[in-house]
C-alpha cells in the first residue's frame, strides 16, 4: 500500500512545520516560488508569543489577542490558539537556545498590545531565521523540495482538489497529483510599495484558492507595521519600542502621547496611523534608541539593516515610516486547516482560522504556524481514504495569451495610493474600476510565468479592494476616513454591528 502523499506550496515556517510532522509517514513534496531561503520567516526579528511566564496565563494572553483584533476574533481559534501555544512552546524551548537573562530564565520580551513580557526570541532579534534553520535541518533529505516553481491553478475534479499546476523558469507546466495539497504560500505584502515581505509574498495562493471556487474571507484586513526603515531597506522590530524606544518627530517631542494611552506600546494599527498622520502633516518620525543598553548585541538583525541603509545608530535616532506587513484575512478555513474545498487546505498566513481577527497582536504569527501547523498535521495523519492518482507530468505551455497586462509597479503604486494605511470609498472604487481594466478570462495555463504572477497579484488585490469597499466601518487595520460607524459605540455594539456586514 501506497503512503498518502502531500503536497505543500510554500516553503516558509509553517510549510516546514507540516512537514516536519509528515514525513516519516507520508510522502511530502513542497514547492516553492524561489529559493527555499525567500520568504517572510526568515526575516521575523520578533519572537514567538507564549504565556508561560509565572505571572501569566493563556487567558491574559487571550484577551490581549482579542483586543488587538478589535474583537472581531473568532474566539475558538483564540483560545486553540494560546492554550496549545503553551504546550507547543514548553516543547520547543527545551530543544532550541532561547535567549535568557544572567540568572539563567527565559528573557521575556513585550510588545505592542501585551500587557506582560511573554515574548521568547532566539538570537535576539533573529527569532525567524533560527526557527527556519531548526525546521529546515530536520526535514533536510526528508522531503522532496521543488524550487524556482509558481503554482498556477488547482487541479480540479468532482469539485475536489486533486493537485496544482505549476510553472518554471522555462515556461513549462508541471502537474503534481497528491492525496491532499496544503497552501502555505504567505500573505500578499509585496502588493504594496513599501513592505517588510519577500518580494516573492503575493498573494498567489489566495488567487489560487479564490479561483479554483473555495471561500476567502477578511481580505480588507491589511496590517501595516509602524516602524520600516525609511529610504532605507528593513523592518524594526516591535521589540525595540517593547524594551523602551520611543517615537519622536525631528524635534524629538513623543508622538504617541497624543494617539493612545498605551503609547508606543498600541497596537499596531493605531501605531502605524499615528506615524501616518505625522507624515501628512510633513513630518519624519524617528525611532529614538539611544536609551536602549546593549543595543547591537540585543537587536544584532536590527543593526546590520540599519549599517546597510547608511543610518548612524551613535545618534540614537532611526528614521521609520510604516509599510504592509500581514495579511489577517485569507483562504477561509477550520482550526484543522480544511478549506472549502475538499482536499485543499491553508495553513500560516495564507489562511484565515479568524485567530488574528481585525489586526494581529504582535508576536503571534509565529505562533500561528508553530499551533495550527501542528494540529494540520495531526488531521492529516488521521485521514485514511486513499484514491488512486494519475502520474505526474510536465508540457511546454502554450503561452498564447497576448492581453496587456500593467506593470507590477503600476499595481503597487495604485494599490498604496487607494487601498492603503487609510482608505475611503473614492479611492477604493478608483482602485476597482482600475483592476477591472485587466480581468481575464483566459486560462493561466495559456500564460508565461511572468502573465501568472501578475495575475495573482491582480486577483489579490481586487479581493483586497472589494472586500474594503463592502466594509463601510472602521475596525482594526481596516480604517475608512468615511467610515459610518460611531466613535462612541460600546465594544458590543460595534461587534454586533461589524458582524452583520457582508464579506467576501
Same mark, same amino acid.
Given at each position: 500500500m501506497r503512503k498518502p502523499k502531500v503536497l505543500i506550496i510554500g516553503a516558509g515556517i509553517a510549510a516546514h512545520i507540516v512537514a516536519s510532522k509528515l514525513f516519516a509517514t507520508m510522502d511530502v513534496v513542497m514547492i516553492t516560488k524561489k529559493s527555499v531561503h525567500a520568504n517572510n520567516s526568515v526575516k521575523a526579528q520578533g519572537g514567538v508569543a507564549a504565556?508561560? @511566564?509565572?505571572?501569566?496565563?493563556?487567558?491574559?494572553?487571550? =484577551?490581549?489577542?482579542?483586543?488587538a483584533?478589535?474583537?472581531? #476574533? %473568532?474566539?475558538?481559534?483564540? =483560545?486553540?490558539?494560546?492554550?496549545? $501555544?503553551?504546550? /507547543?512552546?514548553? /516543547?520547543?524551548?527545551? =530543544?532550541?537556545?532561547v535567549d535568557?537573562?544572567?540568572?539563567?530564565?527565559?528573557?521575556?520580551? &513585550? +510588545?505592542?498590545?501585551?500587557?506582560?513580557? &511573554?515574548?521568547?526570541?532566539?538570537? !535576539?532579534?533573529?527569532?525567524?531565521?533560527?526557527l527556519m534553520h531548526y525546521y529546515q535541518h530536520i526535514v533536510r533529505g526528508k522531503?522532496?523540495?521543488?524550487? #524556482?516553481?509558481?503554482?498556477?491553478?488547482?487541479?480540479?475534479?468532482?469539485?475536489?482538489?486533486? !493537485?496544482?499546476?505549476?510553472?518554471? +523558469?522555462?515556461?513549462s507546466l508541471h502537474y503534481h497529483y497528491a492525496d491532499h495539497i496544503i497552501l502555505a504560500t504567505g500573505g500578499c505584502g509585496a502588493l504594496y510599495q513599501a513592505t517588510s515581505n519577500d518580494p516573492t509574498v503575493t498573494g498567489d495562493g489566495i488567487a489560487i484558492a479564490y &479561483?479554483? !471556487?473555495?471561500?476567502?474571507?477578511?481580505?480588507?484586513?491589511?496590517?501595516?507595521?509602524?516602524?520600516?526603515?525609511?529610504? $532605507?531597506?528593513?523592518?524594526?522590530? %516591535?521589540?525595540?519600542? $517593547? %524594551?523602551?524606544?520611543?517615537l519622536v518627530d525631528s524635534q524629538l517631542r513623543?508622538?504617541?502621547?497624543?494617539?493612545?494611552?498605551?503609547?508606543?506600546? @498600541?497596537?499596531?494599527?493605531?501605531v502605524a496611523r499615528a506615524i501616518f498622520a505625522e507624515e501628512q502633516k510633513g513630518n519624519t518620525i524617528f525611532l529614538q534608541m539611544n536609551q536602549l543598553a546593549h543595543f547591537k548585541k540585543r537587536f544584532p538583525q536590527v543593526t546590520e539593516l540599519c549599517e546597510m541603509s547608511h543610518i548612524n545608530l551613535e545618534n540614537g535616532l532611526i528614521p521609520v515610516t510604516p509599510c504592509a506587513?500581514?495579511?489577517?484575512?485569507?483562504?477561509?478555513?477550520?482550526?484543522? $486547516?480544511?478549506?472549502?474545498?475538499?482536499?485543499?487546505?491553508?495553513? !500560516?498566513?495564507?489562511?484565515?482560522?479568524?485567530v488574528h481577527g481585525a489586526n494581529r497582536l504582535a508576536s503571534n504569527s509565529l505562533l500561528e504556524a508553530i499551533v495550527f501547523g501542528d494540529r494540520l498535521a495531526k488531521?492529516?495523519?488521521?485521514?485514511?481514504?486513499? &484514491?488512486?492518482?494519475?502520474?505526474?507530468?510536465? =508540457?511546454?505551455?502554450?503561452?498564447?495569451?497576448?492581453?496587456?497586462?500593467? @506593470?507590477?509597479?503600476?499595481l503597487k503604486m495604485n494599490m498604496t495610493k487607494y487601498a492603503g494605511i487609510v482608505r475611503s470609498e473614492d479611492q477604493l472604487t478608483k482602485m476597482k474600476l482600475w483592476l477591472e481594466q485587466y480581468k481575464s478570462d483566459l486560462p493561466l495555463t495559456k500564460m508565461t510565468r511572468q502573465q501568472v504572477e501578475i495575475c495573482h497579484m491582480l486577483w489579490t488585490a481586487y479581493l483586497i479592494t472589494t472586500s474594503a469597499l463592502k466594509r463601510k466601518s472602521s475596525i482594526g487595520a481596516h480604517y475608512r476616513k468615511d467610515s459610518l460607524h460611531n466613535p462612541l459605540m460600546t465594544p458590543i455594539e460595534r461587534q454586533k454591528y461589524v458582524k452583520e456586514e457582508v464579506l467576501s
Open positions: 504565556a508561560i @511566564a509565572p505571572d501569566d496565563c493563556w487567558y491574559y494572553h487571550y =484577551q490581549d489577542t482579542l483586543t483584533g478589535g474583537n472581531y #476574533n %473568532e474566539k475558538k481559534a483564540v =483560545q486553540f490558539l494560546t492554550k496549545e $501555544g503553551i504546550v /507547543q512552546m514548553l /516543547q520547543l524551548i527545551s =530543544q532550541l537556545p535568557k537573562n544572567f540568572q539563567g530564565n527565559i528573557d521575556f520580551g &513585550r +510588545e505592542g498590545a501585551h500587557k506582560l513580557r &511573554r515574548i521568547i526570541h532566539l538570537g !535576539g532579534d533573529q527569532t525567524g531565521k533560527l522531503v522532496e523540495i521543488i524550487e #524556482n516553481h509558481t503554482a498556477v491553478d488547482c487541479l480540479m475534479e468532482d469539485n475536489k482538489c486533486i !493537485g496544482m499546476v505549476t510553472i518554471d +523558469e522555462a515556461d &479561483r479554483a !471556487g473555495a471561500v476567502v474571507k477578511d481580505m480588507e484586513f491589511v496590517q501595516f507595521h509602524p516602524t520600516m526603515i525609511k529610504g $532605507g531597506k528593513g523592518l524594526i522590530s %516591535e521589540a525595540v519600542r $517593547g %524594551e523602551g524606544a520611543v513623543p508622538i504617541m502621547k497624543d494617539y493612545h494611552p498605551d503609547q508606543d506600546l @498600541a497596537p499596531r494599527d493605531i506587513h500581514f495579511l489577517m484575512g485569507g483562504i477561509k478555513v477550520n482550526l484543522d $486547516g480544511e478549506s472549502t474545498i475538499p482536499n485543499l487546505y491553508a495553513v !500560516g498566513e495564507a489562511a484565515c482560522t479568524g488531521s492529516l495523519k488521521n485521514q485514511k481514504n486513499l &484514491r488512486s492518482l494519475p502520474a505526474n507530468f510536465s =508540457q511546454p505551455a502554450d503561452a498564447t495569451c497576448e492581453e496587456v497586462f500593467p @506593470a507590477i509597479s503600476e
